[in-house]
Nanobody
Framework: QLQLVESGGGLVQPGGSLRLSCAAS????????IGWFRQAPGKEREGVSC????????NYADSVKGRFTISRDNAKNTVYLQMNSLKPEDTAVYYC?????????????????????????WGQGTQVTVSS
């Protein structure tokens, strides 16, 4: 059974940084496209960033471009989301999710930010709060 566990969330001041981790167990992560999503109170879950199975392709939502960086270490079975210059509007629960490339989701540039409905396996989320 695919399991994803997010960590690294917390409370940070505006302008600060956090690095989220998404660790996989029960499967080999390097075959999967991974997406990061977030959900703020009262809002729909939105795609933040995705990374291809090899790590060669990434996409970002316009709201985080230039501030967030997604990466993966397949040897550690982990995907990361480095978040810099955090803003109060980044406050949300952050989720990572996986989808097998056989489903036709490759994080290609024209796909744009990840689409929630295309990802099949989800972590439980980690809270990020940006506040002074």
């Amino acid at each position: 059974q695919l399991q994803l566990v997010e960590s690294g969330g917390g409370l940070v001041q505006p302008g600060g940084s956090l690095r989220l981790s998404c660790a996989a167990s029960g499967f080999t992560l390097d075959r999967y496209t991974i997406g990061w999503f977030r959900q703020a109170p009262g809002k729909e879950r939105e795609g933040v960033s995705c990374i291809s199975s090899s790590g060669s392709r990434t996409n970002y939502a316009d709201s985080v471009k230039g501030r967030f960086t997604i990466s993966r270490d397949n040897a550690k079975n982990t995907v990361y989301l480095q978040m810099n210059s955090l803003k109060p509007e980044d406050t949300a629960v952050y989720y990572c999710a996986a989808v097998a490339p056989t489903r036709g989701v490759y994080c290609l540039s024209y796909e744009g930010p990840p689409k929630r409905t295309l990802y099949t396996d989800w972590g439980q989320g980690t809270q990020v709060t940006v506040s002074s």
